[in-house]
């Protein structure tokens, strides 16, 4: 008898249990494509984004062609940009940029993938114990600026172009930055020939960035000590020639400056 009981009272659950789960399914059964549209722009509005991706990726699944179907793989991607879901983000607006080459918003699915790309890997810590930009690595930074030129060569007159290029030029001085820590990291392991070959390259990659002094000084510095000078000659002239109020230019020129006991004591990135 009890055994009964007990099993009666499972399928009581189980019964119970199916019906919540039909009713939870069952939800937007009988949506129209633009209640669910709505609805899901709604839950943007509300940073629901878990909740906007979901009814978005149900309208795309009950009405691909429809005339909703295009503007909701924008809007997920957007959600998932959010959502901090950058490879997914990204991956929408890659399947947007694809099968609509052509739409007149297929603009700002390149500017999203910038963006996202742009802010990648910034977590909560950082909000806390923020980390120079420069700091990080390149690979991301260069996916940005790659999908940024993309929309400004591409679509120069979308409103996204200025913004975009705007964080271009922040992007590309930060990666020449970048080559400057890399290169004071060689220099403080005595590393001289891999710190100038990283100061040759911001030299030849990064014109015109804020970081194009600090390589002259630093190929200036390896050569010196490497011996050679004629290398260090040429560096410090065009520093002289174009930065003449540079700072280090007193500290290049005084030999002491390179007593490998005191190469660090006035070295400034670190």
Known sequence: MRLSSFFVAILILSLSGCAWFKD?????????ANQLYSEAKEKLAEKNYEKAIEYLEILQARYPFGRYAQQAELEIAYAYYKFDEPDLAIAAADRFIKIYPRHPNVDYAWYLKGLTNYNRGKSIVEKYLPQEPSERDTFTMRAAYDDFDQLVRLYPNSIYAIDAAQRMIHLRNNMAEYEIHVADYYMRREAYLAA?????YVIENYQRTPAVP???????????????????DDAIRVLRLNYPDN????????PRGYDKAQKDSWWRFW
């Open 214 to 232: 600090d390589a002259l000084v630093i190929m200036t510095r390896a050569y010196r000590i490497m011996g050679v000078d004629d290398l260090a």
């Open 196 to 200: 100038a070959n990283r100061g040759e």
């Open 247 to 254: 700072p280090d230019l007193a500290l290049l020129d005084d």
């Open 24 to 32: 939870a399914v069952d939800e937007t059964s009988d949506w129209s």
